[in-house]
T-cell receptor, first 113, second 117 residues
Framework: NAGVTQTPKFQVLKTGQSMTLQCAQD?????MYWYRQDPGMGLRLIYYSASEGTTDKGEVPNGYNVSRLNKREFSLRLESAAPSQTSVYFC????????????FGPGTRLTVT | AQTVTQSQPEMSVQEAETVTLSCTYD???????LFWYKQPPSRQMILVIR??????QNATENRFSVNFQKAAKSFSLKISDSQLGDAAMYFC??????????????FGQGTRLTINP
């Protein structure tokens, strides 16, 4: 039981390049989330998926798109990376949208130069 | 919109002593949940303790306890008998109990806790 896994762990992009961050969970959870963490700040919600087939914007969605590929997988895409998107990205999942706890992945450190 | 404030960017404590981390929040809702998460250098986010706003009793998990003051909108974390493994960044977080807002965890800025041997 791996919990929430994220790939890659580290990535460096040039401005304007695109990439997709992958997230998968093996806990049969319905809800999944993407957060970003910037220095000196807590995590901020980018997008979430309350259940398979649905996605909604969070607090900071600009510049990102998401896909809930199936119940296990929830990807985050940067179409044209900008230096302001340099951050650590966390994926999380929970049994349902009103569940107490969200279970977090190990994070991806992304640098955009 | 809800906000969470942690006014102590850094704290330090001697091993085996007790330390209290502060958190205040702002909300107009009456039903919500509050959490403390620990983030060690590995970056993994680990839930330490949670408190339901409708419960008057303060939550306790082993050496970790909270002081929840609903009227003052204050939610502090007390760590007793501090251990070297407690060294981490600690985040206070808020979540609405309403279904419409239940998905969003609102985090404070974090407090870096150092344990001195």
């Amino acid at each position: 039981n791996a919990g929430v896994t994220q790939t890659p762990k580290f990535q460096v992009l040039k401005t304007g390049q695109s990439m997709t961050l992958q997230c998968a969970q093996d806990m049969n959870h319905n809800s999944m989330y993407w957060y970003r963490q910037d220095p000196g700040m807590g995590l901020r919600l980018i997008y979430y998926s309350a259940s398979e087939g649905t996605t909604d914007k969070g607090e900071v969605p600009n510049g990102y798109n998401v896909s809930r590929l199936n119940k296990r997988e929830f990807s985050l895409r940067l179409e044209s990376a900008a230096p302001s998107q340099t951050s650590v990205y966390f994926c999380a999942s929970s049994p349902g949208p009103v569940s107490y706890e969200q279970y977090f992945g190990p994070g991806t450190r992304l640098t955009v130069t | 919109a809800q906000t969470v404030t942690q006014s102590q960017p850094e704290m330090s404590v001697q091993e085996a002593e007790t330390v209290t981390l502060s958190c205040t929040y702002d909300t107009s809702e009456s039903d919500y949940y509050l959490f403390w998460y620990k983030q060690p250098p590995s970056r993994q986010m680990i839930l330490v303790i949670r408190q339901e706003a409708y419960k008057q009793q303060n939550a306790t998990e082993n050496r970790f306890s909270v002081n929840f003051q609903k009227a003052a909108k204050s939610f502090s974390l007390k760590i007793s008998d501090s251990q070297l493994g407690d060294a981490a960044m600690y985040f206070c977080a808020y979540r609405s109990a309403m279904i419409q807002g239940a998905q969003k965890l609102v985090f404070g800025q974090g407090t870096r806790l150092t344990i001195n041997p």
